[in-house]
């Protein structure tokens, strides 16, 4: 028994399942909703807090409100508040809208976290320069998959 689960251990190891990301041209959108994780690796909730509420990362509360957050400052009002979302939205579509919100809100304001191109001019930081090949997304798969599971922690 023991030989069989090391054997599956290292065969998945070896094909690349436990290490599986979701480049960001290959995300499958469903009517908004990414079913499928972005990594092998579950979300970590407490991580996502800290991309929410990084001004350096995700900054979300710049946009949205959430009263689990009252240590930082200066929520926004753009967007909807973040209290709830876990009961509001499924997981699969938690993982679209933060993803890319506009292929669930076609008019929405909110970054496309995880999306390289497609882009009218992307520029280079604040170069006034084009944006060259290194154009990467906003977060990467991990830190969306933390992202979705801190907010599934926002419930009602």
């Known amino acids: ?6 054997a599956l251990a290292l065969a998945c190891a070896a094909s690349g399942a436990a290490a599986a990301e979701t480049a960001p041209g290959d995300v499958a959108f469903d009517y908004g909703a990414v079913a499928q994780p972005l990594t092998g690796q579950p979300g970590d909730p407490e991580r996502g807090r800290e991309v929410v509420g990084s001004k350096s990362l995700g900054n979300c509360v710049a946009c949205h409100a959430n009263s689990e957050m009252s240590d930082i400052p200066f929520h926004g009002e753009i967007g909807p508040p ?13 993982r679209g809208i933060v993803a890319n919100a506009k292929m669930m809100f076609p008019g929405s304001m909110m970054p496309s976290f995880y999306k390289v191109d497609g882009f009218v001019r992307p520029g280079n930081a604040y170069t006034g ?6 154009f990467g997304p906003l977060l990467t798969a991990q830190q969306i998959e933390d992202v979705v599971a801190y907010l599934q922690t926002l419930t009602e």
Request: hydrophobic residues 40%; negative net charge; glycine residues 8%.
């Open 1 to 6: 028994m023991k030989r069989n689960i090391i």
């Open 129 to 134: 320069e084009a944006a060259d090949d290194s």
């Open 82 to 94: 973040l209290d709830g979302a876990g009961d509001r939205w499924s997981e699969a579509e938690l």
